[in-house]
């Protein structure tokens, strides 16, 4: 059974940076699966934040690009999200993705 685990959320003011960090379990080595970060503001739908597909692609929500750099070392089960300049619209919980399988999540706040 597939296990991700997160963490580096944590509350931070205007400006600031987090990194987060997702690591994976119970995976097959050799089956290589695009990993992401989704976030979900209270109130609103989950929306895609970064994600690395299995070609190694990588996409940005617009909202976060030129802030937010995702990165996955290869053969490595962990993926990284760092996290600049952020704002009070990057509050949310932040989730872990990796083919049908999802963290439990981690709390990023952001205040002025």
């Known amino acids: 059974q597939v296990q991700l685990v997160e963490s580096g959320g944590g509350s931070v003011q205007v400006g600031g940076s987090l990194r987060l960090s997702c690591a994976a379990s119970g995976i097959n080595v050799a089956t290589n699966i695009g990993m992401g970060w989704y976030r979900q503001a209270p109130g609103k739908e989950r929306e895609l934040v970064a994600r690395v597909s299995n070609d190694r692609t990588i996409t940005y929500g617009d909202a976060v690009k030129g802030r937010f750099t995702i990165s996955k070392t290869i053969g490595e089960n962990k993926v990284y999200l760092q996290m600049n300049s952020l704002k009070p619209e990057d509050t949310g919980t932040y989730y872990c993705?990796?083919?049908?399988?999802w963290g439990q999540g981690t709390q990023v706040t952001v205040s002025s």
């Open positions: 993705n990796r083919g049908t399988s």
